[in-house]
Protein backbone atom coordinates (compact mmCIF):
# COMPACT_ATOMS: atom_id res chain seq x y z
CA UNK A 1 0.00 0.00 0.00
CA UNK A 2 0.91 3.42 -0.63
CA UNK A 3 2.30 5.75 1.95
CA UNK A 4 0.04 8.74 0.75
CA UNK A 5 -2.86 6.42 0.56
CA UNK A 6 -2.65 5.83 3.85
CA UNK A 7 -2.51 9.17 5.14
CA UNK A 8 -5.42 10.51 7.04
CA UNK A 9 -7.39 13.56 5.42
CA UNK A 10 -6.33 15.67 8.20
CA UNK A 11 -2.64 14.82 7.37
CA UNK A 12 -3.38 15.33 3.50
CA UNK A 13 -5.19 18.93 4.57
CA UNK A 14 -2.14 20.05 6.79
CA UNK A 15 -0.22 18.69 3.62
CA UNK A 16 -1.74 21.10 0.91
CA UNK A 17 -2.57 23.69 3.59
CA UNK A 18 1.80 24.05 4.11
CA UNK A 19 2.60 24.04 0.84
CA UNK A 20 -0.33 26.74 -0.36
CA UNK A 21 1.45 28.60 2.45
CA UNK A 22 5.22 28.15 1.24
CA UNK A 23 3.54 29.44 -2.04
CA UNK A 24 2.11 32.54 -1.28
CA UNK A 25 4.98 33.31 0.75
CA UNK A 26 7.14 32.78 -2.57
CA UNK A 27 4.65 35.05 -4.56
CA UNK A 28 5.06 37.70 -1.79
CA UNK A 29 8.77 38.61 -2.50
CA UNK A 30 8.13 37.94 -6.28
CA UNK A 31 8.59 40.96 -8.46
CA UNK A 32 6.28 39.14 -11.37
CA UNK A 33 3.44 38.16 -9.11
CA UNK A 34 0.08 40.23 -9.51
CA UNK A 35 0.34 41.91 -5.73
CA UNK A 36 2.95 44.24 -5.74
CA UNK A 37 1.57 46.10 -2.73
CA UNK A 38 2.64 43.93 -0.22
CA UNK A 39 5.80 43.05 -1.83
CA UNK A 40 8.84 43.09 0.28
CA UNK A 41 11.95 44.84 -0.73
CA UNK A 42 14.48 42.88 -0.98
CA UNK A 43 18.32 43.98 0.08
CA UNK A 44 21.13 43.65 -1.52
CA UNK A 45 24.70 44.26 -0.19
CA UNK A 46 26.95 46.01 -2.90
CA UNK A 47 28.94 42.68 -3.87
CA UNK A 48 25.49 40.77 -3.90
CA UNK A 49 23.62 43.81 -6.55
CA UNK A 50 23.27 42.81 -10.05
CA UNK A 51 24.35 39.16 -8.98
CA UNK A 52 22.21 35.59 -9.02
CA UNK A 53 21.46 34.43 -5.81
CA UNK A 54 24.01 31.96 -4.47
CA UNK A 55 23.52 28.42 -5.97
CA UNK A 56 20.69 29.15 -8.00
CA UNK A 57 20.57 28.19 -11.32
CA UNK A 58 21.94 31.25 -12.93
CA UNK A 59 24.98 31.94 -10.93
CA UNK A 60 25.75 27.91 -12.11
CA UNK A 61 24.83 29.02 -15.91
CA UNK A 62 26.69 32.38 -15.26
CA UNK A 63 30.20 30.33 -14.28
CA UNK A 64 29.30 27.91 -16.86
CA UNK A 65 29.39 31.11 -19.47
CA UNK A 66 32.58 32.23 -17.73
CA UNK A 67 34.38 29.32 -18.11
CA UNK A 68 33.47 28.99 -22.02
CA UNK A 69 34.59 32.01 -22.58
CA UNK A 70 38.43 31.91 -20.92
CA UNK A 71 38.42 28.81 -23.13
CA UNK A 72 37.75 30.55 -26.05
CA UNK A 73 40.24 33.14 -25.30
CA UNK A 74 42.19 30.82 -24.42
CA UNK A 75 42.20 29.25 -27.97
CA UNK A 76 42.16 32.34 -29.66
CA UNK A 77 45.22 33.34 -27.83
CA UNK A 78 46.89 30.07 -29.29
CA UNK A 79 45.99 30.77 -32.59
CA UNK A 80 47.43 34.11 -32.91
CA UNK A 81 50.49 32.66 -31.38
CA UNK A 82 50.48 29.87 -33.78
CA UNK A 83 50.42 31.66 -37.01
CA UNK A 84 51.26 35.24 -35.75
CA UNK A 85 54.61 36.69 -36.56
CA UNK A 86 56.91 38.05 -34.26
CA UNK A 87 56.07 41.81 -33.49
CA UNK A 88 60.00 42.77 -33.67
CA UNK A 89 63.12 40.69 -35.35
CA UNK A 90 65.94 39.22 -32.99
CA UNK A 91 67.97 42.45 -34.67
CA UNK A 92 65.78 45.19 -33.15
CA UNK A 93 64.65 43.67 -29.62
CA UNK A 94 65.58 40.59 -28.28
CA UNK A 95 63.17 38.59 -26.01
CA UNK A 96 60.05 40.30 -27.11
CA UNK A 97 57.68 37.55 -27.25
CA UNK A 98 54.77 39.78 -28.85
CA UNK A 99 53.32 38.10 -32.00
CA UNK A 100 51.97 40.22 -34.60
CA UNK A 101 48.63 39.08 -37.10
CA UNK A 102 46.46 41.06 -39.50
CA UNK A 103 42.32 40.95 -38.63
CA UNK A 104 42.40 39.53 -42.52
CA UNK A 105 44.14 36.56 -41.70
CA UNK A 106 42.86 35.66 -37.99
CA UNK A 107 39.44 36.16 -39.42
CA UNK A 108 39.65 33.18 -42.17
CA UNK A 109 41.61 31.49 -39.76
CA UNK A 110 39.31 31.66 -36.88
CA UNK A 111 35.75 31.44 -38.89
CA UNK A 112 36.34 27.87 -38.97
CA UNK A 113 36.74 27.82 -34.90
CA UNK A 114 33.45 30.32 -34.27
CA UNK A 115 31.72 32.51 -35.58
CA UNK A 116 32.44 35.42 -32.48
CA UNK A 117 35.69 36.77 -33.04
CA UNK A 118 34.99 40.27 -33.27
CA UNK A 119 33.54 39.67 -29.20
CA UNK A 120 36.48 37.25 -28.24
CA UNK A 121 38.89 39.85 -29.41
CA UNK A 122 37.46 42.85 -28.03
CA UNK A 123 37.21 40.56 -24.49
CA UNK A 124 40.67 39.10 -25.05
CA UNK A 125 41.84 42.94 -25.35
CA UNK A 126 39.44 44.01 -21.76
CA UNK A 127 41.90 41.23 -20.31
CA UNK A 128 45.03 42.87 -21.47
CA UNK A 129 45.71 39.61 -23.86
CA UNK A 130 45.79 41.59 -27.08
CA UNK A 131 46.09 44.93 -28.28
CA UNK A 132 44.61 46.53 -31.57
CA UNK A 133 43.27 50.08 -32.32
CA UNK A 134 39.97 50.98 -32.99
CA UNK A 135 36.40 50.07 -30.80
CA UNK A 136 35.06 47.51 -33.77
CA UNK A 137 36.91 45.51 -36.25
CA UNK A 138 35.02 44.84 -39.56
CA UNK A 139 35.59 42.13 -42.36
CA UNK A 140 37.08 43.79 -45.48
CA UNK A 141 37.51 46.98 -44.09
CA UNK A 142 39.83 46.14 -41.48
CA UNK A 143 41.65 43.06 -43.01
CA UNK A 144 44.86 45.45 -42.55
CA UNK A 145 44.52 46.06 -39.06
CA UNK A 146 47.30 44.29 -36.79
CA UNK A 147 46.27 42.44 -33.66
CA UNK A 148 49.30 41.74 -31.37
CA UNK A 149 49.52 39.13 -28.80
CA UNK A 150 50.74 40.99 -25.80
CA UNK A 151 51.90 38.42 -23.51
CA UNK A 152 54.00 34.99 -24.34
CA UNK A 153 51.65 32.69 -24.52
CA UNK A 154 52.92 30.65 -21.69
CA UNK A 155 51.90 33.30 -19.09
CA UNK A 156 48.58 33.81 -20.97
CA UNK A 157 47.90 29.92 -20.04
CA UNK A 158 48.82 29.91 -16.37
CA UNK A 159 46.49 33.22 -16.37
CA UNK A 160 43.66 31.86 -18.36
CA UNK A 161 43.63 27.78 -17.00
CA UNK A 162 43.91 29.58 -13.29
CA UNK A 163 40.69 31.38 -14.10
CA UNK A 164 39.16 28.43 -15.22
CA UNK A 165 40.05 26.56 -12.84
CA UNK A 166 38.66 29.19 -10.23
CA UNK A 167 35.71 28.84 -12.12
CA UNK A 168 35.31 24.90 -11.29
CA UNK A 169 35.87 25.29 -8.11
CA UNK A 170 33.36 28.13 -8.13
CA UNK A 171 31.18 25.83 -9.87
CA UNK A 172 31.81 22.56 -7.25
CA UNK A 173 32.26 20.43 -10.21
CA UNK A 174 34.10 17.15 -8.49
CA UNK A 175 35.86 16.93 -11.43
CA UNK A 176 40.30 16.98 -11.32
CA UNK A 177 41.28 20.75 -12.04
CA UNK A 178 42.72 20.85 -15.11
CA UNK A 179 46.16 22.00 -15.30
CA UNK A 180 46.16 22.99 -19.16
CA UNK A 181 43.70 22.96 -22.00
CA UNK A 182 46.25 23.49 -24.16
CA UNK A 183 49.82 21.26 -24.28
CA UNK A 184 52.69 23.00 -24.90
CA UNK A 185 54.28 22.88 -28.25
CA UNK A 186 57.62 20.77 -29.01
Partial sequence: MNPQQSCSLKDRVALFNTFAKSHV???????????????????????????????????????????????????????????????????????????????GELFIIYTTVSSQLVGMLLRTRKHNLVAFEGECLFQRRDDHVPIILLKPIEEIRQILNRRINETLALLDVHEKPIDEFYEKEQ
Fill in 25 to 103: NKQSINPFSNDIGNMQRRKFSKEEYGRPEKGSKSEIRGFKASLEVCKEMLELCEIINKHGEPLFTLKEKKNDPRKVISF
